[in-house]
């Protein structure tokens, strides 16, 4: 699968993954950033984004297509960065595809772990919404708000809206697949899997993604890791505490 993407800068390359509901435009304003120093490629995942849509969305098939835009793109010595659901793809493709590649690896407020199915609530209020009856971001707002309360979720979310040809709204994200394949995307590695390359695992401290018994499986599959947190952000930590989070990248890139 052909992935979107955006790319700024000259440098090592360093590649983003954004998160479930996201895109590429959610990492635009760090991505500058880091472009003073890197090559920097923003992604959009299948299904998300202006990326194609498949019925296929699992780990495998989203490390597969991010080993396939490496080799296409012909990178050495990268620096990879997944922020939750691209956190695990990109730990997936750390741990079967050409780890070599991988210069540094940092996984943003995900571990390697079985999760609860939590955004049902969330794929519900998004079906619930009759695109044909939203004549602005405002009303889609005004609808969303009975599923779901906090008001920067419910902007985070319509993002994915997009006005088609006929000015009519459409929704980016492949919205069926997501909703009826959430368990594909909940699960941890397996066992046996394991990184032993440089590896910085960055959590949020209001975000309950990670927790202090998690360092156990975090070194069962990444033993060279190290975990840092950022204290006043949640589970979009770069979003949250955009300053911080970059000084402790830059920090770790660098060292």
Known sequence: ME???????EGTPLLILHGLFGSSDNWLTIGKKLAEQYQVYLIDQR????????????????????????????????????????????M???????????????VVDIAPKTYPI???????????LDLSQVNSRKAADEQLAAYIDEVGVRQFLLKNLYRNEEKNFEWRINLPVIGENLTNVSGGLTEDKQYEGTTLF????????????????????????TL??????????????????????????QG
Do not use: C
Not at 61 to 79: G, K, R, T
Not at 118 to 124: L, R
Not at 236 to 249: D, G, K, N, Q, T
């Open 47 to 90: 299904n998300h984004g202006r990326s194609p849509w498949s019925d296929q969305w699992n780990y495998e098939a989203m490390s597969d297509d991010l080993h396939e835009f490496v080799e296409q793109h012909q990178l050495q010595d990268f620096v990879l960065i997944g922020h939750s659901m691209g956190g695990k793809t990109a």
């Open 92 to 106: 997936n493709y750390a741990v079967n595809h050409t780890p070599s590649k991988i210069e540094k690896l940092v």
């Open 3 to 9: 992935l979107h993407y955006k790319t700024f800068g």
């Open 118 to 128: 939590h955004h049902d609530k969330i794929v519900a209020g998004l079906n619930a």
């Open 202 to 225: 960055i959590r949020g401290r209001k975000s309950n993604y990670i927790k202090e018994d998690d360092e156990a499986v975090i070194h069962q599959h990444f033993p060279q890791a």
């Open 228 to 253: 840092q947190t950022v204290e006043n952000a949640g589970h979009w930590v770069h979003a949250e505490s955009p300053a911080e989070f970059l000084e402790m990248l830059l920090t770790f890139l």
